[in-house]
């Protein structure tokens, strides 16, 4: 591969409250996939003068993209919490409480999977109409069969998805037709999956495996004290799991470990799960002492406001103008399977939804969130969850090009273009009314993925 040079409008976020419009930068990919050159204000007859100055040889001049009014780059989205086996199951059981749509509808669906026919069929699908989508990294829950999270690995690998990929942990709490055998068997198809994992791709140029309790409820003590042994001895790998979602759920896992008195914070944390690796998925119902147990330890929160509003229980909108005043890790989940989208641009409409109820429900302490910062969670801050963000999540120099090209003039329904529209409006109508249509091309370390 050699350079892909764009020029025309970059947008990408330094931070919540940063987000930048570039209107006619210069942004050089090098042959590696990584982002060589951003030259901000490059008018487009100064292109070739720059380029040489950059060493780039004048033979790359003719391949030199010029994006015109309406199209723009932006990062790839980050998708903090998705099960891959639920996209078989979208929009299914929607209203009902969780642990009742697990039994009857995610767990049957989930049982599936130990077709590796199956499995292969469904997942191709999935990591297609995720990359269509403009989802250049997901962290996947995958079922509890080893087979079958192997082959979503080499699928992610064989697309070009950036992908952390867990095989489910879940020994108890579960029809016997879809549970682990017990706490050693789940941990040994867990330690063959993070070896097929590390097999496959051993630099981790897009993959890694990540420890997956589903939750304490579905996992023994023992299950989760062996998980926590892992974690301590692989600590290149991410965690993550379903943390205080719902009343119901809540309530269960108190009657399972009383000894936490309600913490759930105290619970993972008593098994060595949390930590910076960690990946939270919901925090909807967080009490003072958890808030500040997550912050201190580092982990990152997985904002679903989707399902959080669909399946679960009611109506839940988690704190997440408070995670950023604590300088908590935020990122963006569809929940895929939970829910009725797996596009971010929903979550990320969502997610403004559940922002303005949370603000009337805390007597406006909780400010609602503005386009800017959904765009943050869509892209740096669900990198930064992941653990990513030194390598992707926005367009610094020396980070991988994970990026959108979107043209908001794509036959589609996104709200048409006024010619006095500033780029701002322009994004802010595609990031509120756009959609796969827009998204014309996608890049995962400057590789071209979407087909
Ligand atoms: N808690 C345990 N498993 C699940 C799941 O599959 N989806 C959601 N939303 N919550 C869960
Ligand atoms: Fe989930």
Request: charged share 20%; hydrophobic share 40%.
């Amino acid at each position: 591969m050699a350079y892909q040079i764009f020029h025309g409008t970059v947008i990408h976020s330094l931070g919540p409250s940063d987000l930048i419009i570039l209107e006619s930068a210069l942004l050089v990919v090098g042959a590696n996939g990584k982002i060589i050159n951003l030259v901000e204000d490059t008018p487009k007859d100064k292109v070739p003068s720059i380029l040489s100055s950059l060493d780039i040889p004048s033979s790359a001049l003719r391949d030199v993209r010029y994006l015109t009014r309406g199209q723009f780059l932006i990062p790839g989205f980050v998708d903090t919490h998705n099960h891959a086996p639920q996209w078989a199951q979208r929009g299914l059981g929607q209203s009902m409480h969780i642990l009742d749509w697990l039994e009857q509808v995610t767990f049957p669906n989930e049982a599936r999977f130990r077709d590796p026919a199956y499995a292969r069929r469904v997942y191709s699908s999935c990591v297609d109409g995720f990359l269509k989508q403009g989802i250049t990294t997901a962290s996947y829950y995958g079922s509890l069969h080893a087979e079958a999270t192997k082959i979503l690995a080499d699928i992610c690998l064989e697309k070009g998805q950036r992908a952390l990929i867990g095989k489910c942990n879940m020994d108890r709490n579960a029809p016997e037709y879809y549970r682990d055998a017990n706490a050693a068997a789940s941990l040994a198809d867990t330690e063959d999956c993070i070896a097929h994992v590390r097999r496959i791709d051993p630099e981790g140029v897009l993959l890694k495996h990540v420890l997956t309790p589903r939750f304490a409820i579905s996992c023994s003590p023992e299950l989760l004290g062996g998980l926590g042994v892992l974690a301590a001895a692989n600590t290149d790998l991410p965690i993550q799991t379903h943390f205080n979602e719902a009343e119901q759920e809540m309530k269960f896992t108190q009657e399972l470990f009383p000894q936490f008195k309600g913490s759930e914070a105290d619970l993972y944390a008593h098994y060595g799960l949390l930590g910076e690796r960690s990946i939270l998925a919901h925090c909807c119902h967080m009490s003072e002492h958890e808030m500040s147990r997550v912050a201190e330890l580092g982990c990152g929160v997985a904002h679903c406001p989707i399902s959080n509003m669909t399946v679960g229980g009611g109506f839940m909108a988690a704190p997440v103008r408070e995670f950023l005043r604590r300088g908590i890790k935020v990122g963006l989940g569809t929940d895929s399977g939970g829910g009725f989208s797996s596009s971010i641009l929903d979550a990320m409409r969502q997610a403004l939804v559940a922002s303005n109820a949370r603000e009337v429900m805390s007597g406006g302490e909780h400010k609602g969130l503005n386009i800017g910062e959904l765009f943050y969670l869509a892209t740096l801050g669900g990198a930064k969850v992941c653990s990513l963000d030194s390598r992707i999540g926005n367009f610094e120099v020396g980070k991988e090009f994970d990026a959108l090209f979107i043209d908001a003039n794509a036959l589609g329904v996104m709200t048409i273009l006024d010619d006095e529209d500033s780029i701002r409006t322009i994004f802010d109508k595609f990031v509120m009314t756009g959609d796969d249509r827009n998204i014309k091309e996608v890049y995962i370390r400057g590789r071209s993925v979407k087909s």
